[in-house]
């Protein structure tokens, strides 16, 4: 298992938070800005004890009014191939 830094874009639409992880391109809702940040790292760390991340890159993001970018950090599994 290694720890990566990961970047998220947070948005708010309707009451809920949107967090979009810019590395991997996946999503996760919450109703708090930390509920959707743990949301997010659960979804990366059972993601990647599925499939093995052979390549993390930084994918050009859509424009987005009203959105924060926020580093965190998560524990990546090796998982299976």
């Known amino acids: 298992m290694k720890i990566k830094t990961f970047t998220a ?3 708010e639409e309707e009451e809920i938070y949107i967090a979009r992880c810019k590395e991997l391109l996946v999503t996760a809702t919450g109703t ?3 509920e959707v940040i743990s949301n997010l790292k659960k979804l990366i760390e059972s993601y990647s004890k599925e499939y093995k991340l052979k390549e993390i890159r930084n994918y050009p ?7 924060e970018e926020v580093k965190f950090e998560c524990n990546l ?5």
């Open 61 to 67: 993001s859509e424009t987005l009014e009203n959105v």
């Open 9 to 11: 874009l947070i948005y």
């Open 32 to 34: 708090t800005k930390g």
């Open 77 to 81: 599994y090796e998982g299976k191939n």
